[in-house]
């Protein structure tokens, strides 16, 4: 079988080293660009020592230049760009005939007037946004099969939706009474020459920060209210710990009056019965990042509090993985029909 | 002036360390018995490293036997042991004349039901717990410079109670409506030769554990209790993060109807501006363990979030200090009359 | 084509679990037996979460039986037990016709008494010391293809002999003057419940351990001196560093009198020219485990230390890779005839 | 007792944190400026966090003017500056009357074409090397007392001067065969952002840097010669690990023939039998940096590799304590006549 021609514009932070990993591993694949402004020239392996060796890394960088990408033959391009950057480049890369798979927030709020809200400026290109789809699999994996453009979900919507999705669907929870606390490992604040961001600042720390309005709220609470029928606030706490990549998060919420807890466990068997990579850890489990990083995999457990009525709702997954390169290629596989897990068969 | 003749009961332990480390700086205390079972005979110093050249670090381990620590002269006893075992031996210093200040869980509760609710088993000593008096200087400092036997509080509780109480007081939240997540360092789950307390197990891993029921919610909600002036049940989750000390902790609550947010800040203002070892944050201030390591400071900021009316509390302490040792020993200086911060202006 | 169904014995310490990974993803691999006395009855995935959802990972552990492990059609066995317990399987698992990868140090010696000398008891097999080929794919490919009994090499062993043999063979270096310090992750000690494997005891702390004789030192000399013709004894200093995984092993030596240090890079390059797995950085190259982990790659680098006439050689492996279980597959690759990278193309 | 009023100049480094922190809690000093160009106006508690609530934290930064240094009454000043800027305000803080204890790199070599050739650029101020005293209080305590201007040593001269000195004055080692290997703390790159200092950078990872001229050899070479009476050169390579502070340094070096190995536990507690903070840990002690880190001790233990006629010495420190901060004000007590542990009994 050919391999799809495939592009990383924005190689070389996290998000983009992770997907050169993951492309660079993933047999239906053919990596044939990886951009960056100022690696342009260097290979992948001289750039990321750690991908030295490996077929394919003799790759070069080349500048964000939508022709020369186009000129690779690629058929699509993954987008690891800061937000607002994103969309420019990606209208080029669609009017090029290429698909996107763009790992911003560009795309990911079907409303511009919430974009501006939260990111604190218009949107980039609005006239695309009825067409981007929310790169969610396990919710919508036949219109990211159809779909010219994916939005793929931030770190920790991700570790929030999925659990809260069916139980919202279900009509389980009360959904004014979601609280989530996230722990998030540092390169999920990227590859950035911050003071708060070296290793003497962040080990042997944690701390709370981005409250009460953090600009993933736009998207989680976007997701959740299309899950309930209804609009849907929440608060959201992320906080930073001296892990390198993971998240974990806890999500609580009332039980609705007369609501058996059971019904939590059965909702989630009943939505993830055929996702390969959704692992339900039933009652009492108390997912740990530890099982995830590296991996496509989110393992999701709950607890009910029997005493105040709430359900505790916890997940783990890795930033860079499902909350971001391996997500957005399990996008892949859906839009070129590739074995799902194909690439993704990592632990 | 003459330096007070002090024992550590249970000091090979993390919590019994950090008493050592404090005891053998404070200026009014001579540590004159540590007890140990396994390390008895060995020095304090040749246990503990770290504290050989320190002026008092040649001082024997002895075993836990009440005439010998009595025979010390010692006037009073910090008891480091597991719940259960301190009881007893609190009991048989408190009969020679000791006062006892407790780290244990044994003296937290009034109600011995609760206690044996949460402990599994009878209390082991009901008669004392009239005259227990739970720990918390900043809440009953008065009542503990009177007390015989101290009851110091847990870490997860201090970093809870302190930020809600004056709020309870106030009447300005929805004592229903509060969660606290709490992460702690590894130190907090002791020093036990156990598999899921290895570096390997815990590095790069953060994960909820002892939910819905961990053990300090007795005491905490006891507490609260006291603080509402009626019964007050929360959700507690806590999560272990690959830190060796500190837990910070956001706890999330409804304000009450027509309650303005500033209000908050003013509560804690109020309840804390004698306070020598809460420092307030204010609104916005984002707490991080990395201020309050091996101190007796408790950082307490909030927020408020106005999108759905609840308030966030952020606080950060050591739970080997503030939240353990350091803890028990800001009422030692006020069982004995020395000066508030003597032995504690650490940084 | 058909794969080759394996055995792994002793599947539930950290190798063992590095050797599960590994083989689960192995595409000429079908892992027919995991082994292991507490945890037989369980599958793989109830007992390292981490592998839920992959193929394969519904296998239950068996204890480790030489003819269950034959009953299960394995062809081959690797194994990751303590030493003195290795040498008995390994003959049950041979005279049943399994090709036997043996991690241990029970075959690693060619010399009985050393084995006595360095491990404080009667080497348990010696009649099938002449036979066992010491598997270090570099430097005897062929011995080890056509083997019965592999003895793979041990982590440290590893990191410095790669770097050291090409000087050795071109009589560079002085083997009198040779110095090894080496820095392992604490996976290296073993998933074992001691007190000073606690994270509270490693995190923060870096100390050496095990001078002036560690056991690997047996090996390492056994190795120099085939290469150099001449007996080898050499000083080497391990560290215990609170990291995960990964070995950095800086050695130095005099270079002989007369020697061009440009001779040093020509033979690492001349011996290294057609390894898959061995990157070398050049003169100036500092190698950094991060790069490494997770891989079967070593890093090697090299300096000059004109001043002083020595020449510096850096390395950097992952200890439970390239230092144990991926190493181990390397040798299993060239037994079966597989591609080398088979398996091992993970970055 | 009056309080010696003392000023730091580059306050707000990790260097600078740890002078403020140890001046704070020091009985005999106060601290009257604090300087930062960029933190000028701040509080010592708005910058560090950590120190609010503690008597002195609300002395407000101000810039490095050594008129308004001088006005503040103060006696003495740490400099905790870069090389090459330390030397300029060091003369006019002198000029006006002060003590100076520099922590760069500034005045401690005797040699200005030494410096030149190590710092690359001429000596600014080679009229005051004469005067000015390298300040390791253990080997000339007599002339730190008597000076006006000492140069504090480096955290790797530290680690490696204390152990060799003593066996190059008694002629134990043949001072041809030192190497040195140390693994220092990420504190020690400074406060930079600076992207190989991030924390994902730097977690799970170690790795040699700086060879094999680190600038420190400069110092290590000058001290080793004067105790040796003869010139001495090293191998010296630094690694670098992920905590945040603490030095541990392997030396290694061929005993003289005819010497016995019990000559160098005999050399080390003769030099040291009266210092304060050295602690001998005797034959075999491994020196672990976890417990030395925020203390003013340096523990040191060594091996006999009777194999190759090597003698390992193992030193730990804390590279901000005893490689830096409290070893300058080690210096301060003696050159004011200070009890020697005064502000120094921390653990």
Chains 1, 2, 3, 4 share one sequence.
């Not at 290979?43 to 939508?66: C, T």
């Not at 409250?211 to 959201?236: C, M, N, W, Y």
Request: proline share 6%; with cysteine; hydrophobic share 45%.
């Amino acid at each position: 079988m050919e391999r799809v021609k495939t592009a990383i514009v924005g190689a070389s932070g996290y998000t983009g080293q992770e997907l050169v990993r993951l492309l660079l591993m993933h047999p239906g694949i053919e990596l044939v660009a990886a951009t960056s402004r100022q690696e342009a020239g260097r290979s992948l392996g001289d750039v990321f020592p750690r991908f030295r060796g490996m077929p394919g890394s003799e790759l070069a960088f080349i500048g964000p230049d939508p022709d020369a990408i186009a000129a690779t033959g690629a058929k699509a391009a993954f987008l690891a760009l800061p937000h607002g950057v994103a969309a420019e480049i990606a209208r080029a890369l669609l009017e090029r005939g290429l698909k996107v798979i763009d790992l911003s927030a560009d795309f990911r709020l079907r409303d511009p007037q919430v974009y501006a809200e939260f990111y604190g400026h218009e949107h980039p290109a609005p006239d695309l946004l009825g067409e981007a789809v929310y790169g969610l699999p396990e919710v919508r994996s036949n219109a990211i099969a159809a779909a010219r453009l994916v939005a793929s979900p931030g770190c920790y919507p991700t570790s929030i939706l999925l659990p809260l999705i069916p139980l919202l669907k279900a009509g389980l929870i009360d959904p004014a009474t979601i609280v989530a606390n996230s722990m998030s490992g540092v390169s999920g604040a990227g590859r950035k020459a911050d003071i708060p961001l070296l290793f003497c600042e962040c080990n042997e720390s944690v701390r709370a920060y981005g409250v009460p309005k953090h600009r993933h709220l736009s998207e989680i609470e976007q997701e959740l209210s299309l899950a309930a029928g209804d609009k849907v606030t929440i608060t959201f706490i992320p906080h930073l710990i001296p892990v390198n990549a993971g998240i974990a998060t806890t999500t609580t919420a009332m039980l609705k009056p007369g609501v058996d807890a059971a019904a939590v466990g059965e909702a989630l068997e009943k939505a993830y019965a055929d996702a390969d990579f959704v692992r339900l850890l039933g009652k009492g489990g108390c997912a740990d990042t530890k099982h995830v990083t590296r991996t496509n995999f989110i393992d999701i457990g709950w607890e009910h509090d029997a005493r105040t009525g709430r359900v505790l709702l916890m997940s783990a997954e890795d930033n860079l993985g499902k909350g971001a390169g391996s997500q957005a290629l399990q996008s892949f596989n859906l839009l070129f029909g590739l074995e799902p897990m194909a690439g993704l068969q990592l632990v």
